[in-house]
């Protein structure tokens, strides 16, 4: 099972990125799907997750009406899109995968993470 996450980068405070999960190796159609993130010298918390069957997602309040998660389960690919980014929001974001379709918060409950990719917001 892999999880390649991309689409990081370095921008400037109000601007907009795009992360990008590529989801291989099984069938991940039961599963729920999450974005966590991890700043220096913080844990790791939970950012949105969203279901592969059903439509339902999560956010974390931090992000909510911001980011926005979605899926093309033709292309197993997961997508965070993140919009009005600031400073705080600078960390090494990771995908993970959940095989249970309920949603969980907890990085605990998920069962296969990728490498991450930074995103470095300026002043």
């Known amino acids: 099972v892999q999880l390649q996450a991309s689409g990081g980068g370095l921008v400037q405070a109000g601007g907009s990125l795009r992360l990008t999960c590529v989801a291989s190796g099984r069938t991940f159609s039961s599963d729920f799907m999450g974005w966590f993130r991890q700043a220096p010298g913080k844990e790791r918390e939970f950012v949105a997750g969203i279901s592969w069957t059903y439509s339902s997602t999560l956010y974390a309040d931090s992000v909510k009406g911001r980011f926005t998660i979605s899926r093309d389960n033709a292309k197993n690919t997961v997508y965070l899109q993140m919009n009005s980014l600031n400073p705080e929001d600078t960390a090494v974001y990771y995908c993970?995968?959940?095989?249970?379709?309920?949603?969980?918060?907890?990085?605990?409950?998920?069962?296969?993470w990728g490498q991450g990719t930074q995103v470095t917001v300026s002043s």
């Open positions: 993970a995968a959940r095989s249970r379709f309920s949603p969980r918060t907890d990085e605990r409950a998920y069962d296969y």
